[in-house]
């Protein structure tokens, strides 16, 4: 759009939440890899990105990030929901600038631990005492000011007067992954995301369909998006919320069955899964697209309870969607080597077997 002249500028920066997912894969990457080399030469983004935090994102003070959506010709959302009717009100009005969205603020807790750890590794320990306070304040506020306490879950944002947004919205599925929720509000957002008037049996909704705003064909109002599914299936993992993630990964899992090459599409429309019928495809959906791609490695991840451990790779737990009995992940590199792990169920277990191993890499197997 910026070389076609379609907006006014370039390059062009719409998204709210991309410094902190900058910080969050980084920190993940280093965890799977140990790559001081790497981190090293990270070392001046990563604290320019930790500035940006503050100078930059939080544009009041309040230790939020918010977005302004003011510059002329650009967008008016600016997180994942960039649409311009993405973040709307219980009335299906839209929210006005400036927006602290509730996941870009759970990003940012995500963001701060693992700022803290990296700064560790890079010897800034004062740093890295600074953004674990700071981690600790933004944990507490945010459950203040985000919880909506007559229903028990996470509202969409904050709008431009501080109020809270108490629209149900898979947003606050989000959240869990980054561990800013204490575990029983954890509980309370899952049962809430797979209710039935979120859970469409293909996949969690964007929006619930008791808001004023739903339509199962808009783009971000009430469809299916894998790349949401999948970042909320990793924070039922997170949770050990298993039977959840287990019916979440299956409906997925099932809903790619029925497109072509099994590819999961960028969205699908958000209709309830009847008997003999097949997701509803979204007309004007990217097919391939990247999230939906990636989405297929993050689902499994979570399914098989993968994690970096130092000198190698902890499978905790693993489970696999209803349908697939086995499972191959072949290569899979950590630390300094890879591995090679076998997944099949029996019974009600999913059973790990180690295949091949190179380099100095271990693999530690819990079920």
Not at 242 to 264: C, D, K, M, T, V
Not at 297 to 315: D, Q, T
Request: net charge neutral.
């Amino acid at each position: 759009m910026a070389n076609c002249g379609e907006i006014l500028h370039t390059p062009y920066y719409g998204s709210v939440d991309s410094t902190l997912w900058f910080i969050i894969v980084l920190g993940d990457f280093i965890s799977w890899t140990n790559d001081l080399s790497l981190l090293e030469e990270m070392r001046e983004p990563l604290l320019k990105a930790l500035a940006w935090c503050t100078d930059y994102g939080d544009i009041d003070g309040d230790g939020y990030i918010e977005y302004a959506g003011h510059v002329s010709g650009g967008l008016v959302h600016q997180g994942w929901k960039d649409s311009w009717d993405g973040v709307p009100d219980p009335e299906g009005e839209q929210v006005k600038p400036p927006v602290a969205l509730v996941e870009v603020q759970a990003y940012l807790y995500g963001a701060y631990r693992r700022a803290v750890r990296l700064l560790k590794l890079l010897g800034e320990k004062e740093a890295a005492q600074v953004y674990a306070e700071k981690a600790r304040v933004l944990r507490e506020n945010f459950r203040r000011d985000f919880w909506v306490k007559e229903g028990g879950y996470l509202g969409v944002a904050l709008d431009g007067a501080k109020r809270l947004v108490p629209t149900v919205a898979s947003n606050m599925g989000h959240a869990l992954f980054t561990g800013i929720l204490p575990p029983q509000a954890a509980k309370q957002v899952a049962y809430m995301l797979l209710a039935p008037d979120m859970f469409s049996r293909w996949g969690i909704r964007t929006l619930s369909r008791r808001e004023a705003a739903y339509n199962p064909m808009s783009y971000h109002n009430g469809s299916v998006w894998p790349h949401d599914n999948a970042i909320i299936a990793a924070g039922f993992r997170y949770c050990g919320l298993l039977a959840e993630l287990e019916g979440l990964a299956s409906a997925i899992f099932e809903a790619a069955l029925q497109f072509p090459y099994y590819r999961l599409p960028e969205v699908f429309c958000g209709f309830d899964r009847r008997p003999f019928t097949a997701p509803v495809r979204y007309p004007v959906a990217c097919k391939p697209q990247a999230w939906a791609a990636g989405s297929v490695f993050h689902l499994l991840r979570a399914c098989l309870g993968m994690e970096a451990v130092p000198g190698g790779v902890a499978i905790r737990k693993p489970l696999l969607p209803a349908g697939v009995q086995r499972l191959r992940v072949k290569g899979l590199k950590v630390s300094a080597g890879e591995v090679t792990i076998d997944f099949e169920k029996r019974g009600d277990l999913v059973v790990c077997i180690p295949v091949e191993r190179k380099g100095d890499v271990r693999a530690l197997i819990e079920t």
